[in-house]
């Protein structure tokens, strides 16, 4: 089926692929833990912001967010499980 409304260029911010992140002073355990679940509230909030708006400006920034809310995630979770090998 053929769209009415065609969808608008994406912007250049989505085109961005941000750097796998690494900690130079690894935080605890407890910290990450402590990080991980703000970072994840982070993303929710963040998600339903990106619902709520249409495409545009709003929404490229909000995915571009997560994305890098994402990267944070990743790098605390590759840490924690690689204390948690070395204990």
Do not use: W, Y
Not at 26 to 53: G, Y
Not at 59 to 83: E, K, P, Y
């Amino acid at each position: 089926m053929k769209k009415l409304v065609p969808d608008p260029p994406a912007s250049d911010l989505l085109q961005l692929d941000p750097p796998n992140l690494s900690f130079l002073d690894p935080p605890s355990i407890e910290e990450c833990d402590q990080l991980l679940r703000a970072l994840i509230l982070t993303v929710n909030h963040t998600t339903t912001v990106l619902v709520a708006n249409g495409p545009g400006l709003m929404q490229d920034a909000m995915g571009m967010n997560i994305r890098l809310l994402c990267r944070a995630i990743h790098a605390l979770t590759d840490h924690t499980s690689t204390r948690i090998k070395e204990q």
